[in-house]
Each structure stands twice: as C-alpha cells, then as structure tokens.
C-alpha cells in the first residue's frame, strides 16, 4: 500500500475553520474504512474519526458536532471538516486505513502512516 498524502493543515483562529484531505490510492476498491488520528506535542496519539465502506462514520467525542468526515469515491479522498476549532486541536494530523472486520495481515490493516499535515489554532 501506498503512504497516505495528508495536506489542508495550517494556522487558524480560535473559531475558525479548516479542510484535511487524505489521499491513498486503492482503498475504495480494497472496502477499508479511513480514520484520522491527531498527536499534539507531549501527548498520545488520539483517534478523532472514521468513515467506513459504506460511508457510515463515528467521532471522538472532543470533535463531535464540530468535525464532519466524508469522501470522495472518485479520487480515493477523505476530507475531515473541522469548524469551530479550539486551541486544543492543536496537533499533527495523521490518516490511516484499517480494516473494518478487525482482520489482521490484510491489505486495509497493513496500511501505513503519512507524514501528517500541521493543525495550529491560536490566536
């Protein structure tokens, strides 16, 4: 599997609002479902959000009614829509596959990680 591309982070304002794309070739037609994860400096890496083949999607609860994921089929694309933004969504953003029967070893589960695209909220 491809690494996935992250791009869309930069610096915003308290309130503001910023659009996170990942990329990875192949995961539609393999059925994987995305999650993104964020990692602030000094803390554990924290699950935010997945979507799934069928375009069902959770949320952390820290994000939840600010932060809408969906994709785009076409292109192999998920986008993660964060409003609202909070200084303390400060933090590397990372997405990655995984496969959603729990499976191990497969094409989804073997996914690796991007280099990740900067979220900085302040003002």
């Known amino acids: 599997q491809v690494q996935p591309v992250e791009s869309g982070g930069g610096s915003v304002q308290p309130g503001g609002s910023l659009s996170l794309s990942c990329t990875v070739p192949?995961?539609?037609?393999?059925?994987?479902?995305m999650a993104w994860y964020r990692q602030a400096t000094g803390n554990q890496r924290e699950w935010v959000s997945s979507?799934?083949?069928?375009?069902?999607?959770t949320y952390g609860a820290s994000v939840k009614g600010r932060f809408t994921l969906s994709k785009d089929k076409g292109k192999d694309r998920v986008y993660l829509q964060m409003n609202s933004l909070k200084p303390e969504d400060t933090a590397m953003y990372s997405c990655?596959?995984?496969?959603?029967?729990?499976?191990?070893?497969?094409?989804?589960?073997?996914?690796?990680w991007g280099q990740g695209t900067q979220v900085t909220v302040s003002s």
């Open positions: 990655k596959t995984y496969d959603v029967w729990g499976y191990s070893g497969t094409w989804c589960a073997n996914g690796s």
């Open positions: 192949g995961f539609i037609s393999h059925s994987c479902g």
């Open positions: 979507i799934g083949p069928d375009g069902s999607t």
